[in-house]
T-cell receptor, first 114, second 114 residues
Framework: AQSVTQLDSQVPVFEEAPVELRCNYS??????LFWYVQYPNQGLQLLLK??????LVKSINGFEAEFNKSQTSFHLRKPSVHISDTAEYFC????????????FGRGTSLIVHP | KAGVTQTPRYLIKTRGQQVTLSCSPI?????VSWYQQTPGQGLQFLFE???????NKGNFPGRFSGRQFSNSRSEMNVSTLELGDSALYLC?????????????FGQGTRLTVV
């Protein structure tokens, strides 16, 4: 069975500063990796995903994440955050060929200050 | 294209009562999953339905049940409500069963048990 650890429950940062949200996973087989974002009073939306191929994946709004198999990590980064990036971010993992039900981390609250 | 619709958005129930939540997936999506989201536990998987069959079930007591209709709409039922059932219940739909497929989430139903 897979598991996901998001190391920081809350990350405060000033606007235009860089940010990294950390995610580590555990699995005995190959995995698919996802980052979802949840704005207040909303459901989750897919931000980006790693299925195969290039280990660096990017979203349309400037976020990127890199799959590191040796460190079993999938950290999310953005070089310059905006106030509108304030939200809850969830890392998720599903096993290839497994039950395909994703396991979610507990979430990281990104708080961007002006 | 309409998104995932969950009704009602908010619900207040008394301990011991039962409740039914509804989820209409995106047209063409055959897989519907339910999650319970609480501040302390994050997102916890309840169950997943595909073509009216429950394919996967999380670690929740039998008071939590669900079903899926032929039009892919899904309902979940919680009987004998407890205070600890207070949570945001999220429904997610996807087009298929593969772990690589994106899950589209509804806005959730906020259940408060008093």
């Amino acid at each position: 069975a897979q598991s996901v650890t998001q190391l920081d429950s809350q990350v405060p940062v000033f606007e235009e500063a860089p940010v990294e949200l950390r995610c580590n996973y555990s699995s005995s087989v190959s995995v698919y990796l996802f980052w979802y974002v949840q704005y207040p009073n909303q459901g989750l939306q897919l931000l980006l995903k790693y299925l195969s191929g290039s280990t660096l994946v990017k979203s349309i709004n400037g976020f990127e994440a890199e799959f590191n198999k040796s460190q079993t990590s999938f950290h999310l980064r953005k070089p310059s955050v905006h106030i509108s990036d304030t939200a809850e971010y969830f890392c998720a993992v599903s096993e290839t060929g497994g039950s395909y039900i994703p396991t979610f981390g507990r979430g990281t609250s990104l708080i961007v200050h002006p | 294209k309409a998104g995932v619709t969950q009704t009602p958005r908010y619900l207040i129930k008394t301990r011991g009562q039962q409740v039914t939540l509804s989820c209409s997936p995106i047209s063409g999506h055959r897989s519907v999953s339910w999650y319970q989201q609480t501040p302390g536990q994050g997102l916890q998987f309840l169950f997943e339905y595909f073509s009216e069959t429950q394919r996967n079930k999380g670690n929740f007591p039998g008071r939590f049940s669900g079903r899926q209709f032929s039009n892919s709409r899904s309902e979940m039922n919680v009987s004998t409500l407890e205070l600890g059932d207070s949570a945001l219940y999220l429904c997610a739909s996807s087009i298929g069963q593969g772990g690589y497929t994106e899950a589209f989430f509804g806005q959730g139903t906020r259940l408060t048990v008093v």
